[in-house]
Every structure is written in structure tokens, then in C-alpha cells.
């Protein structure tokens, strides 16, 4: 036989070396008709190729049945579900000009067509109804919470761009924007949100009517229906399942869809069974650009919200972080109006549970500090501090990938893996390599990533009240230290200042390191007043006695280009050390700028680093940027200060002393830490200040005797100056009772001052003494014009000024205590 031919010939090779047989091939049996078939394998059931392709897909569907008939899908069929999904999705996709929403169909437009759903809608605006048009007669498909896989493939097939890089991430590009674009984006302003929200300067909150609105959904919306498939995802926001939030996000890419598949929380075919109408809906037409000519639009792109609507709008841009930031801000807006703080931070949890906030801009190191092996973490960008403790907002994590490495953040490294959506990345055209040190596209590369890639993720993503509250600035002048201790008002500056620095080369044009303040550490997003988000922190934190610090992450020993950057492996020490507890009894040296507490060592962090004026060899140099710097925090806490904190405003002078370094009731020198601050706050709300004069007028100053304007004035210095006396009430807080401060502010800036020898703090040197000196009491200065024929008795102004240079003035109060006296270090000229 044929077999045994083969084995006796494979006995024996050329050579005459003895081999083992190979398994004989499978015998062919012939059959009475003649058909001859391979006995090695069952025939497949198949009788076509596309039954056999059929049969390589397994159709999932839930198993656990739902508790009880609650929710809109509960207790149907399966075809009735899908129906109810279909129609739910054409009401969301429904035109303002036309009384229904496209047909919709479920499945790729190269699929089987299946049944279709077309339904009515009512709409909050009268219009029109056109009863045929080209969108009403075409299906659309609906390609609905597509898997990773299934949104691989039609990326890859359908999306120039699209690629697998050699650890299964999905490369792609986002198109002309590579960022966000927070200037084009505008929230509609309505009788509700013309009180509620934050409008005017400094806030990002750009102003839209509903027409215009209306008119960039219905252009958002004829584009969506005028494709063959558009992509719906239904997920959640929000871990804590009582304050959970549901949103529907459709979209024309695949790369949209996986990329909110990552970040936002994905359903169980349970809750997906139990969905039904979503509290809050994104139209993602980011390849369509809006129409300039229409009102309010300044450029092709806008993004939209309507708060109203429960509605957001995308044009003009096919970046993916305007999803995830239109909802973060959808969620500072929703939150507090259930007494929940929303808060752009990282967050982690020790094996013993105690939990820290990571509040951050780019740069500065929160996804980092946050993602770290010996904790678990809960979040790294965005989270809710409710009366159940902290959760995550997302289901995923969106990390910076620039100049990425195993070694430095190894959990950041290992997720970019099969399912990571890698944004704008560069790599290598035949091994699929990423470069993560490569700009050619953008700096701003990305990863997205769902957060359980993240080996010591919690799941799910929610934890106790948080022990530690970090505020991390990369301070690129490097005059901040290390680490330092903050009091509550401390904290609630440095929250709503939200410092960082840009170096050079970050932006274009930026030369030198440039402060930027971002208030509540996410300017872009918020939606509220900056000091009703600080006022919630602030009642939290009392009331489960949460510690807060700023870490600074940037530079030491001199500022960008002269100086270094902190070593990552000291700011770990540091972090270290605040989780463990053992930083709470360190020692502590209060800073004259800025009454930072600094502790004087930690272990694993050189001792000479932790006081940065230490590591400056240009001692000068050092001082004079620590007060340029200074200054920089003064000018923007100005836009805050026509807002008070808590019932009888004392909080917000503890916060503006901060500020300056003039804690209340804090100890100077050295000591065992900060004392506690003096004022307990009972209930965080926030008021409108009021600027009434009564509040002045009880203190307010009697007239003083006109005196005559000679060529020199009776203190012996020039004429046009300030003549200083002590308060004629003895106050000592400024009391400001100025007039028009146009008429105030030339002379005292443009002329040298003096004081009277009785006036002269014991131990000073000289009668006259120019105004720099620092006397730590208040004083009233009246204003002597020119001429005495100048001077109208009935018109005279008169104002208390601060002579410590706390600039109070006018309607502002001196941030201190009734029993301590100014004790800030200023130079210079009398602020005005």
C-alpha cells in the first residue's frame, strides 16, 4: 500500500541512518456515489461563504436578569429593546425642520439592513415641518457602543490616519487641532445661567443666545444624518452610583467613539438594557465646520453648550479632549447644585485608606504623582467630593505621552497597549515603534486609556474623605520651595490662584518663564465663581480636617536656564512622606514672602533645597524675583476680591492675608508647624460683596485742619507729598474713606514721603524717613495739593493706608487680626 511504502522508504535516509516515521496522511474513502470526502474533521454546517462568516461572530447579549420592570428596556424582548434603543437614538438625532428623526438602522452600512425606526419629536422651538428631504428617504446606520476590536476595524478601514502600533494601541490624528480651543467655545446665556454661572473677566465662559445655538445644532445634525453611519455610545459619568450622570455621545469617527469608549464609564449589558433617555448629549460633527457668517462665530470652530437643552455642540475640530472637557464642565455645573464639589485633580488611596488629592495644571506633574505603584488609583484628572467621600468622574485616564519612558512612569507605559487610543504620536513606518520624544506633529501627544489598564486601579473608582490636599505649581522662576505647609486660607489662595509657569519653547514667543494662573487649577472648565468652588473645599476640608501643602514641582537654585529641575525622585520622597504622615511633625521656618511653612528636613531630600534662597548663588537676583512673583499673585487675585466667603466676610481677609504672608493668628520663625487658623467657619456660602459705604462710614475719620501749601511743607521734605498721621481712632485695620482716586494716585506715586518725628517708630535713625522703611502700623494719609487755593475744605480726601504695603486702600480692608500689626516685608513705592 501507498502507506506503507512511505514508512518503509523513511526507515532508512541515504546515508542509511534510521529516521521515525511521520503520521501517515489521512485515508480518502470512497463512497457508493462516488463522492470522496477527508474523514480528519466533522464537516462544517455551513452551505454557502457567508453562513461560514456567519458563524464566526457569537452574538452577546446580557445574562443577568434585570431586578423588578424598572427603566425604559426592562422586561421586553430582545427586538423590542433594540426598537426602543432605535428610537430613542432618531429622537436625539432629530432635525429642528422636520417633526421626526432620521431612519435609523443598527449595524454597518455594508451589513444586513434591519428594521427600521423613525418616530416622532417635539421640539422646545416652533419651525417649520418639511415632510420629504434627502436625509428623511436614506437609512442611517447606527454603529451603537461598538467593542475596541469592532472600532479598530473600522478605523483602520475607513480613517486616513489610522494605525496599530507594535504594542496594539490605535494610532490616529486628530486633523488641524491638536488642542483644544477654548476661545470657540461658548455656553448660552438664558434667565438661569445669567445668575448662576461666571461672566465677565477672567472667566472662560463666552456668551451665546439659544438661536444661534439652535442654528449650530441644526447644522451639526444635517451633517450627522447626512452620513451613512454615524457612531453612539451610551455610558456614564461619575463612579458614585446615587450622583451618577448618563450621556449619549454621537460622533463621525471611529477614533471619537473608542476614545470616549476609554474615558467616559462603560455600562454592563445590564445597565445598557436599562439606559433609556440620556440625562445630557454630545453632536460630535468635528469635520464640519461651522458658519462663520452666523452670529457670535469668530472662526470655522465652535463647541456649544446648552445647559437648558442638556446639549453640546461640536464644530470645526476633530479633537477628542473637547468631549472630555465639555462634560467636565457640564459636571462643575450639576454637581454643586447637590452640594458636590467637582474638582480637576488626581486622586489615589493608600492600603490603609487614606487618600490624597493631586490638584494640578499640564506640566506640573498630577498624572504622575498620582499614578503610583505602591497606591491605588482612583482617578488621575477629574473627580467629585460629595458627602460619600471622593469618586472618579471618568473610566479612564488621558496622560501626556511626550517624552514618555518605561523608567520614569512604568504604569503609563505598560497601559499604552491593544484598545489605547494614541493621539497625534510619531513612529517608525515598518516596526510600528512610537517616538514618544518626537514634536513633528504636536507636543500635545496623547494616550487614552481605560483605567483598569492601570494594574493598581480601584475598582470601582471611589474612596473615603481625602486626608491630604496637594497643590503642585512648576514654579519655572524658581523662588518656591519644595514643599511647604498651607493653613485652610493658605490653601483656598493657592486653589484659586492655580500658579504655574511657561518655559521656553512650550508656546510660541515665550522667551523667559511666564506665570499663568488657571483659577481652581481648571479656569477653562469651571463654571461657577472660582470662591464658591474654594468655599465648598474649604468646608471640607474643616470638616474632615484634610491637611493642604503646595509642592513644587519646576525649578531650584535659579530660574529656567540657570537653575534645575527638581529631581523627580526628591518630589516623590516628598509626596512619600506626606502620605505617611511623618511630614505633619516635621519642623517648620516660616517665609516673609508669602508665609509659606517649609519644614527644615525630610528624609531622602537634600536639607539645602528645601529653602530655596539656599540654592541661589545671586542672592539679590533671588529676591527680586521672589517678589516679581509675588507681585504676579497680587494682580490676579484682583479680579477675586469683589467676592466674600462666609457670612460675615472674615474669611475672605484670612485668605487675601495669606496671600501676602500675613497669616492670621499663624507664628512666625520657627516652630513645630503652623497654629491653626483662628476662625472656624460654619457654613461655606458664598455672597456677592456689597459695596456699600456703611460699612466704612462708621470708622471714617474726622475732617483735619486745612493746612498751607508753601514751598516746603512743615516736615521739611517738598511740597506734594503725603503728610502722615496715626489713626485718629486707633484702629488697627485700614479703614479706607478716599475720594476719587485719580486725584490720589499721581502724587503719592511721583514724589518721595516723609513722617513726622513723632511719629517715628522707637530705634529709628532719623525724623525723615523715607517710605520704604517698614513700621508694622496704620496711618492716615492726607493729601496737601499744590496750592492752598486748590484746596476745597468740603472736597478733601482723606484715606487710610496700610504703611506695612499691604495695599489696602479704598474699598479694600487690611487682611489682619484687631490685635496684630502688618508684618509684611515690602520695598517700594506705596501701592496706590
Not at 420629504?132 to 478601514?157: M, W
Request: net charge positive; charged share 25%; proline share 6%.
Amino acid at each position: 500500500m501507498l502507506s506503507e511504502s512511505l514508512g518503509e522508504d523513511m526507515a532508512a535516509n541515504g546515508n542509511g541512518v534510521s529516521t521515525a516515521p511521520r503520521s501517515p496522511l489521512a485515508r480518502i474513502q470512497t463512497h457508493k456515489n462516488g463522492i470522496c470526502h477527508d474523514d480528519s474533521g466533522k464537516p462544517i454546517k455551513a452551505q454557502t461563504i457567508d453562513e461560514l462568516h456567519s458563524l464566526q461572530k457569537k452574538r452577546s447579549a446580557p445574562t443577568t436578569p434585570l431586578d423588578g420592570a424598572q427603566g425604559a428596556f426592562a422586561t421586553v424582548s430582545e427586538d423590542e429593546r433594540q426598537r426602543q434603543q432605535l428610537q430613542s437614538i432618531s429622537a436625539s438625532l432629530a432635525s429642528l425642520t422636520r417633526g421626526t428623526g432620521p431612519k435609523v438602522v443598527r449595524g454597518d452600512p455594508a451589513g444586513k439592513v434591519q428594521p427600521v425606526a423613525h418616530v416622532a419629536h417635539h421640539h422646545h422651538v416652533e419651525a417649520p415641518t418639511i415632510s420629504v428631504s434627502d436625509s428623511s428617504l436614506k437609512f442611517t446606520h447606527v454603529l451603537y457602543n461598538l467593542s475596541p476590536a469592532e472600532l479598530y476595524e473600522q478605523a483602520i478601514k475607513y480613517e486616513k490616519g489610522s494605525f496599530i502600533t507594535a504594542t496594539g494601541a490605535l494610532a490616529t490624528l486628530s486633523g488641524a487641532k491638536t488642542g483644544r480651543s477654548p476661545r470657540d467655545k461658548r455656553v448660552v446665556i438664558d434667565d438661569s445661567t445669567r445668575e448662576e454661572l461666571w461672566w465677565g473677566k477672567g472667566s472662560p465662559n463666552i456668551e451665546m443666545d439659544e438661536h444661534t445655538f439652535m442654528v449650530n445644532r441644526e447644522r451639526a445634525v444635517d451633517y450627522l444624518n447626512s452620513l451613512d453611519k454615524v457612531f453612539v455610545n451610551d455610558q456614564f459619568l461619575n463612579w458614585d452610583p446615587k450622583n451618577r450622570i448618563k450621556v449619549r455621545i454621537v460622533s463621525a469617527r471611529a477614533y471619537h467613539s473608542l476614545f470616549m469608549h476609554n474615558m467616559c464609564i462603560r455600562p454592563t449589558p445590564e445597565e445598557l438594557e436599562n439606559f433609556g433617555t440620556p440625562d445630557f448629549t454630545i453632536y460630535n460633527a468635528g469635520q464640519f465646520p461651522c458658519n462663520r457668517y452666523t452670529h457670535y462665530m469668530t472662526s470655522s470652530t465652535s463647541i456649544d453648550l446648552n445647559l437648558a437643552r442638556r446639549e453640546m455642540v461640536i464644530l470645526g475640530t476633530q479633537y477628542a479632549g473637547e468631549m472630555k472637557k465639555g462634560l467636565f464642565s457640564v459636571m462643575h455645573y450639576l454637581m454643586p447644585k447637590r452640594q458636590i464639589l467637582s474638582i480637576h485633580s488626581g486622586c489615589n488611596m493608600g492600603k490603609d485608606g487614606d487618600v490624597a488629592l493631586f490638584f494640578g495644571l499640564s506640566g506640573t506633574g498630577k498624572t504622575t504623582l498620582s499614578t503610583d505603584h505602591n497606591r491605588y488609583l482612583i482617578g488621575d484628572d477629574e473627580h467629585c467630593w460629595s458627602d460619600n467621600g471622593v469618586s472618579n468622574i471618568e473610566g479612564g485616564c488621558y496622560a501626556k505621552c511626550i517624552d514618555l519612558s518605561r523608567e520614569k512612569e512604568p504604569d503609563i507605559w505598560n497601559a499604552i497597549k491593544f484598545g489605547t487610543v494614541l493621539e497625534n504620536i510619531v513612529f517608525d513606518e515598518h516596526t510600528r515603534e512610537v517616538d514618544y520624544s518626537d514634536k513633528s506633529v504636536t507636543e500635545n501627544t496623547r494616550a487614552a486609556y481605560p483605567i483598569e489598564y492601570i494594574p493598581n486601579a480601584k475598582i470601582p473608582c471611589v474612596g473615603p474623605h481625602p486626608k491630604n490636599v496637594i497643590l503642585l505649581a512648576c514654579d519655572a522662576f524658581g523662588v518656591l520651595p519644595p514643599v511647604s505647609k498651607l493653613s485652610l486660607a493658605q490653601t483656598m489662595y493657592h486653589f484659586i490662584s492655580g500658579y504655574t509657569a511657561l518655559v521656553a519653547g512650550t508656546e510660541d514667543g515665550i522667551k523667559e518663564p511666564t506665570a499663568t494662573f488657571s483659577a481652581c487649577f481648571g479656569a477653562a472648565f469651571i463654571m461657577l465663581h472660582p470662591t464658591k468652588y474654594a468655599a465648598m473645599l474649604a468646608e471640607k476640608m474643616q470638616k474632615h480636617g484634610a491637611t493642604g501643602w503646595l509642592v513644587n514641582t519646576g525649578w531650584s537654585g535659579g530660574s529656567y536656564g540657570s537653575g534645575n529641575r527638581i529631581k523627580l525622585p526628591y518630589t516623590r520622597k516628598i509626596i512619600d512622606a506626606i502620605h505617611s504622615g511623618s511630614l505633619l511633625n516635621a519642623t517648620y521656618q516660616k517665609t516673609e514672602v508669602f508665609g509659606l511653612e517649609i519644614p527644615t528636613e525630610i528624609e531622602g531630600v537634600p536639607s539645602e533645597i528645601l529653602r530655596p534662597e539656599n540654592t541661589w548663588t545671586d542672592k539679590k537676583a533671588y529676591k527680586e524675583t521672589l517678589l516679581k512673583l509675588a507681585g504676579l499673585f497680587k494682580k490676579n487675585f484682583e479680579t477675586f476680591t469683589n467676592y466674600k466667603i462666609g457670612k460675615d466676610n472674615k474669611l475672605t481677609e484670612e485668605i487675601l492675608a495669606a496671600g501676602s504672608g500675613r497669616s492670621v493668628g499663624a507664628s512666625n520663625g520657627t516652630g513645630s508647624g503652623p497654629k491653626a487658623v483662628p476662625y472656624r467657619m460654619p457654613v461655606a456660602t458664598m455672597e456677592k460683596k456689597i459695596s456699600a459705604p456703611t460699612s466704612r462710614s462708621a470708622h471714617k475719620a474726622p475732617p483735619s485742619k486745612v493746612h498751607s501749601s508753601d514751598s516746603k511743607n512743615r516736615n521739611g521734605g517738598p511740597k506734594n507729598v503725603a503728610r502722615i498721621k496715626p489713626c485718629p481712632k486707633g484702629l488697627t485695620k485700614c479703614i479706607a474713606t478716599q475720594g476719587e482716586k485719580t486725584k490720589l494716585a499721581p502724587p503719592l506715586k511721583k514724589q518721595p514721603y516723609y513722617q513726622e518725628q513723632s511719629l517715628v517708630k522707637k530705634g529709628a535713625q532719623s525724623p525723615k524717613v523715607h517710605i520704604p522703611q517698614l513700621l508694622n502700623w496704620c496711618q492716615r494719609v492726607e493729601m496737601l495739593l499744590a496750592r492752598e487755593s486748590q484746596l476745597d475744605p468740603r472736597k478733601k480726601k482723606e484715606i487710610f493706608i496700610c504703611r506695612s504695603h499691604c495695599g489696602a486702600r479704598g474699598d479694600r480692608i487690611c487682611p489682619k487680626s484687631s490685635n496684630d500689626a502688618c508684618s509684611s516685608m515690602h520695598h517700594g513705592e506705596l501701592p496706590v
